[in-house]
Structure formats: C-alpha cells, structure tokens
C-alpha cells in the first residue's frame, strides 16, 4: 500500500469517528429527554390524582377538615353580634413519636397542671398516631408548651364559638360542643340548615360563611334580662321569664329565662341552682304552668266573637258556683251582678264561668284549638314542649279552663294567642328569624273578627287603666299600656299550694295600634315591702311596666297623653259622651 493511499484514507476515518461520536450523543439525548418526558408524565399524573384524592386527614376519628370548620356569625336585628367564631389552638400528641413519656409528663403537668398525671402517661404510651391531650388553649400557654420543646407533641389551630354577651341571650343562642357543632338553641337549629353541610364536607373551613340574623333585639334583649335579674332579688323569688314578639309578624324580639347559663361554658346549663337541678331550662318554650286568669282573655275573646256574650251583658257574681262538693268564688269578690266589661276589670271566677256557660264547654274547648294551644310550637329551638290540655271538658273541667286553672300552656303559646286578640284577629306563627310584613301576611290565619280584636283591645287597656294592670300602666305611663294578670298557685305533690304562686302578667302595646306583645312570669315571688301584695300586680305587672318604660323609646313608640286615644279604644255601644274616655 502506498504512502498516499493512507494518507488518504485518515480523513474517512476520522470523519466517520466523529459522526459515529455525534449519533451517539444525539441518541443519548433522545433518551434522556424520553425519560424526563416520562417523569413529568408521571409527577403530572400524580399530581391530577392527588388533586382528586380526598385528603382529610382523620385525627382520632375525626376529620380534620370537620375540626377546623367555621360556623356562622350569628346576628341580632340590627346586626349587632350575637355569636361569633374565633380561631384557638389544641394540644394533640403523636404517642408513637414520644421519646421519653416521664419526661413528657413531667413538662406538660408543670404548664397544665390540671391534668391527671396517671390519665396523661396513659394517653402518651402506645403506638396511636394521634390522641387529644388538651382543647381550646390561650396563646400563652401554646406558647409556653412551644418552648419545652416536646418531640410529637404539636397544636391544631380550631375554631370556637365565641359569646359576646355571655348569658345575655342564652337560651335563645343555646351553645356547640367541643366539635363546634351546635347542641341546644339557635345554634343547634343552623345546624339543620344548608351550613351544615358545608361543615360535613369540610368547605366551611378558613371561609367567611354568610351570617344569619334573628329576630331579636339585643337592646331590648338586655333591658329584659336586666329587669328580670332585679325581679329575682326584689321579689326573691325562684325563677323568672319573659317574651316579647311583633304581634304583626311573629318575630320574637326578646326572651329571657332565669336562671340562665353561660354558653361560652356549656357545661353550666348543667349546674343546680338553689338546690334544683332542672332549674335552668328555658321556661319560655319548655316550660308549661298554669297562667291563672290571663287565660280570661282567652276566654272573654271567645264569648264575643261568638256573638252569644256581647259587652252590654250582665251576670250574677253574688255567689260562688258549687261543682259537687268545691264551690268556685272570687278572689276579691262584688258579690252583686256584673257588666262584661266589670268581670274583666275585677277578674272575676264566678261572672268568667257564667260567660263560658253561655258559649258552651265544646264551643270553648273548639276555640282553645283554633287559637293555636293545641298545637307544638313551630320557633327555632328544640327546647319546646305542648301545652297541656283535656281533649273533652267536663263542666268541672271547662269551669276552672275559663280562668286558667286544670290546664298546663307554654308562655310562648299565650304571647302567640295574645297577639292574635290585638292584632285584628289574625294568628300568626312565632319566629326567631326576621319576616317582614309580606311575608306575614301570607301566614295569616283568622281566629277572631277584627270587630272581636277591637273590643279586646278596650278590655285589656280598661284593665290597665282601672284594674290589676294600673302598676304597669303607672310605670309605662304614656305608651297604652294593656294587659292581665294571673296569679296562680303552684301543685305541690298533687295539691295546690297557697304559699307557692306563679304570677303572670300578659300584655301588649300601644294598645290604640298594637305592635307587640309581652308575657312575664315570676316564680314564687314574696311582697317587695309591708304595703305591697304577692299577687301579679304587684310583681309580674309592675315588671311589665319598667321594661316598656325602657324599651318602647328604642322600638320608636312615642308616649302620648292625650286621653281621646283612650276614649276612640271605647266601642260605640258602651260610649255614652264621644269625648268621655276609658
């Protein structure tokens, strides 16, 4: 081979190197871009799988997501905070990662030493991948547990319910569990409603969820209470209650009921008071008494509009009525013959029979049903009851009925009732959400004639301006006041018991354009002094009239003097002077 044959051939193959060089690389690029191909393929694909995965993370058996769930505020009428939720943090310990137990203990008894030291070491040892230790932490003592330091010890920020008022609307709020959930009043109710679903999904979490409103006034809210707290100490009586509700739309805008609890502490609705271990339920919508002889506008109101009794009437009240071996008379009796008007005034037993005589046991048992006391209370609060009624009346049985006595009704049923007489006439359900006008008047049911409301109306302001309502209508001088009392003796192992009254005052105003609606009751009350009585008047009535006093300003009730507004309430056929009043 000669010299330039090889010399000729180096560049072949130098060249063919170099591009044997380049395919490799060039596959060797190929390859490594299919495999970063690949692995983005594969970190999107978990990636879309993660992001259809459901990741809550189950904590005790509890869903993180359902623990950290917020609630909604809860709001007055006027917006004003009722409930709110604030974020706490929780002390929780992964036991499989504790190192030293004893140590553990020791450290976490020194910032908590409320804890059981025993109840602790067990909760710390074992292989559990997650158990409570302590809920609902201030930050200083999250912080202070931070800094010792504890391996497998850590915080779990959750949501509480938060009460600015305190007792202020207890038993309408009623209060939520370690869970959030809610387990009694208002709060147990939303838990019914869409939110609720919202929490089980877990998509309530760290969200700002739409408040609701309810139909109270906060206002009016504590002036109630605040005069109730003073009933219990002026009267030293045992318990007291009130309700207050828009005679034209339903709307409760105020109840009380003492004694209370804290629903900031829900363990309190638990504690005795006095002795007494129910004595903390809401007297208002789970309680049923008898309520004495407000239970004769009930029966006046059904007289009337019968059109059996009219105002004109007269009836014998000289002596009592004997049923077999009792005889029913008066509490301060006239023992002569009485105008309607006159049986109202002086609330009198025997002329109250004679008028529901008149009417007939049926027709009067038949009126107590449409009138809404036969049936359970339709409010916001699982805490109800039904009153408490004969389904047929003996005469014995109607007789006592006709003024409150044999029969059990809830306080929110005759507030409900009451507000159908001053109305004109229309019942309309009870509500603790807000209902405008429109939304009423399609809930209308007429019981009594706007003719039987008018005359009503006249009989209850009488009673304020002459009778057992004067003390309230002192006191509220200026907002037409009008109302009755009851005052009732409670059963005490099967008998009535003369020491122990419940007294009632059941009432509504202005009466010359009713708005609202109001029943107080106070339970076992003594004299205030040596001049004072125990019966409602002089409580229960005298009660009434300091909350009107301070609450119709806020609900913009102007008072008024004039008498004509007292003489226009007088039904033409009793009016003898058109300028002559009340």
Same mark, same amino acid.
């Given at each position: 081979?000669?010299?330039?044959?090889?010399?000729?051939?180096?560049?072949?193959?130098?060249?063919?190197?170099?591009?044997?060089?380049?395919?490799?690389?060039?596959?060797?690029?190929?390859?490594?871009?299919?495999?970063?191909?690949?692995?983005?393929?594969?970190?999107?694909t978990r990636l879309v799988q993660l992001g259809y995965a459901d990741?809550?993370?189950?904590?005790?058996?509890?869903?993180?997501?359902?623990?950290?769930?917020?609630?909604?505020?809860?709001?007055?009428?006027?917006?004003?905070?009722? =409930?709110?939720?604030?974020?706490?943090?929780?002390?929780?310990?992964?036991?499989?990662?504790?190192?030293?137990?004893?140590?553990?203990?020791?450290?976490?008894?020194?910032?908590?030493?409320?804890?059981?030291?025993?109840?602790?070491?067990?909760?710390?040892?074992?292989?559990?991948?997650?158990?409570?230790?302590?809920?609902?932490?201030?930050?200083?003592?999250?912080?202070?547990?931070?800094?010792?330091?504890?391996?497998?010890?850590?915080?779990?920020?959750?949501?509480?319910?938060?009460?600015?008022?305190?007792?202020?609307?207890?038993?309408?709020?009623?209060?939520?569990?370690?869970?959030?959930?809610?387990?009694?009043?208002?709060?147990?109710?939303?838990?019914?409603?869409?939110?609720?679903?919202?929490?089980?999904?877990?998509?309530?979490?760290?969200?700002?969820?739409?408040?609701?409103?309810?139909?109270?006034?906060?206002?009016?809210?504590?002036?109630?209470?605040?005069?109730?707290?003073?009933?219990?100490?002026?009267?030293?009586?045992?318990?007291?209650?009130?309700?207050?509700? $828009?005679?034209?739309?339903?709307?409760?805008?105020?109840?009380?009921?003492?004694?209370?609890?804290?629903?900031?502490?829900?363990?309190?609705?638990?504690?005795?008071?006095?002795?007494?271990?129910?004595?903390?339920?809401?007297?208002?919508?789970?309680?049923?008494?008898e309520l004495g002889s407000t239970f004769k506008t009930m029966t006046?109101?059904?007289?009337?509009?019968?059109?059996?009794?009219?105002?004109?009437?007269?009836?014998?009240?000289?002596?009592?009525?004997?049923?077999?071996?009792?005889?029913?008379?008066?509490?301060?009796?006239?023992?002569?013959?009485?105008?309607?008007?006159?049986?109202?005034?002086?609330?009198?037993?025997?002329?109250?029979?004679?008028?529901?005589?008149?009417?007939?046991?049926?027709?009067?048992?038949?009126?107590?049903?449409?009138?809404?006391?036969?049936?359970?209370?339709?409010?916001?609060?699982?805490?109800?009851?039904?009153?408490?009624?004969?389904?047929?009346?003996?005469?014995?049985?109607? =007789?006592?009925?006709?003024?409150?006595?044999?029969?059990?009704?809830?306080?929110?049923?005759?507030?409900?009732?009451?507000?159908?007489?001053?109305?004109?006439?229309?019942?309309?359900?009870?509500?603790?959400?807000?209902?405008?006008?429109?939304?009423?008047?399609?809930?209308?049911?007429?019981?009594?004639?706007? #003719?039987?409301?008018?005359?009503?109306?006249?009989?209850?302001?009488?009673?304020?301006?002459?009778?057992?309502?004067?003390? =309230?209508?002192?006191?509220?001088?200026?907002?037409?006041?009008?109302?009755?009392?009851?005052?009732?003796?409670?059963?005490?192992?099967?008998?009535?018991?003369?020491?122990?009254?419940?007294?009632?005052?059941?009432?509504?105003?202005?009466? $010359?354009?009713?708005?609202?609606?109001?029943?107080?009751?106070?339970?076992?009350?003594?004299?205030?002094?040596?001049?004072?009585?125990?019966?409602?008047?002089?409580?229960?009535?005298?009660?009434?009239?300091?909350?009107?006093?301070?609450?119709?300003?806020?609900?913009?009730?102007?008072?008024?003097?004039? #008498?004509?507004? $007292?003489?226009?309430?007088?039904?033409?056929?009793?009016?003898?002077?058109?300028?002559?009043?009340?």
């Open positions: 081979m000669s010299m330039t044959s090889t010399l000729d051939d180096q560049p072949i193959a130098i060249e063919g190197a170099r591009k044997s060089r380049r395919n490799l690389t060039h596959t060797r690029i190929r390859l490594v871009s299919l495999g970063l191909m690949l692995v983005f393929a594969l970190v999107a990741t809550t993370t189950n904590f005790a058996g509890e869903e993180r997501d359902l623990i950290t769930a917020s609630r909604p505020a809860i709001l007055d009428r006027n917006g004003a905070e009722l =409930a709110v939720d604030i974020r706490v943090p929780s002390l929780y310990a992964e036991p499989r990662r504790i190192i030293d137990v004893e140590e553990a203990v020791t450290k976490l008894r020194q910032e908590l030493p409320e804890l059981d030291e025993e109840w602790l070491r067990e909760r710390l040892t074992g292989d559990e991948g997650f158990v409570w230790i302590e809920r609902e932490l201030t930050p200083l003592q999250q912080e202070r547990i931070f800094r010792l330091g504890i391996p497998g010890v850590d915080f779990l920020s959750e949501s509480k319910r938060f009460y600015p008022g305190g007792k202020e609307a207890a038993h309408l709020l009623g209060a939520v569990n370690l869970d959030n959930q809610g387990i009694a009043g208002f709060e147990r109710h939303i838990d019914g409603e869409d939110v609720a679903l919202l929490q089980d999904l877990g998509l309530a979490r760290d969200r700002t969820l739409e408040p609701v409103n309810m139909s109270i006034d906060l206002r009016v809210q504590h002036a109630m209470r605040e005069q109730l707290v003073d009933a219990l100490t002026r009267y030293q009586a045992i318990a007291a209650a009130g309700v207050m509700m $828009d005679v034209r739309t339903g709307e409760i805008i105020s109840l009380v009921s003492l004694p209370d609890f804290d629903p900031n502490v829900p363990s309190s609705a638990l504690e005795p008071f006095d002795g007494r271990k129910d004595a903390r339920i809401n007297r208002i919508t789970a309680g049923k008494f006046f109101a059904a007289a009337l509009d019968s059109g059996l009794v009219t105002l004109t009437d007269e009836f014998d009240a000289r002596f009592g009525i004997r049923y077999g071996r009792y005889t029913i008379d008066d509490f301060h009796g006239k023992h002569r013959v009485l105008t309607v008007p006159e049986i109202y005034k002086y609330s009198s037993n025997i002329g109250t029979i004679k008028m529901m005589e008149t009417l007939g046991k049926e027709n009067y048992r038949a009126f107590l049903t449409r009138m809404g006391f036969d049936d359970p209370l339709p409010v916001e609060l699982p805490e109800t009851t039904r009153s408490k009624f004969p389904e047929k009346f003996s005469e014995i049985v109607a =007789a006592t009925a006709s003024f409150g006595h044999g029969l059990s009704v809830t306080p929110l049923h005759m507030a409900a009732a009451v507000s159908a007489v001053v109305n004109g006439g229309y019942y309309v359900p009870p509500t603790l959400s807000p209902r405008d006008r429109s939304e009423a008047s399609a809930l209308y049911r007429r019981v009594i004639s706007a #003719e039987t409301s008018d005359k009503m109306r006249y009989l209850l302001r009488l009673n304020a301006l002459e009778g057992s309502g004067s003390h =309230a209508n002192r006191i509220a001088d200026g907002y037409r006041v009008g109302g009755k009392t009851g005052s009732a003796e409670k059963v005490v192992d099967g008998r009535y018991d003369t020491s122990k009254t419940l007294t009632v005052f059941a009432s509504a105003f202005p009466m $010359d354009a009713p708005r609202y609606a109001m029943v107080i009751l106070i339970d076992e009350p003594q004299a205030e002094n040596e001049q004072s009585g125990r019966t409602a008047g002089w409580n229960a009535g005298e009660v009434t009239g300091r909350i009107v006093q301070r609450v119709a300003p806020m609900l913009g009730i102007v008072p008024a003097f004039d #008498e004509m507004l $007292d003489a226009e309430l007088v039904p033409p056929l009793l009016r003898t002077d058109p300028g002559e009043s009340l």
